[in-house]
């Protein structure tokens, strides 16, 4: 399945590779986010980490993210 790479491309992935007869037909749906992308965010409002703390696991490689160049 060719799916958006946000950046003016696709991509292709795998589908699920299973199917259950009495379930709905499952697939790959919406736009893949890139590797870390929301991990200040969901840190912040789930655990609360603030910037500096955010900033140190970075430096630490506890976080990790692939971003794309700006």
Do not use: C, H
């Not at 060719?2 to 795998?14: A, E, K, L, Q, S």
């Not at 037909?25 to 955010?54: F, H, I, M, Q, W």
Request: overall charge negative.
């Amino acid at each position: 399945m060719n799916v958006d790479d946000r950046g003016g491309g696709t991509i292709r992935v795998p589908n699920v590779p299973w199917r259950f007869s009495a379930s709905p037909d499952v697939g790959v749906s919406g736009v893949p986010k890139y590797r870390g992308e929301d991990n200040r965010t969901l840190l912040a409002e789930l655990l609360g980490y603030d910037d500096d703390r955010l900033d140190q696991l970075e430096v630490d490689g506890v976080l990790s993210s692939r971003l794309p160049d700006a």
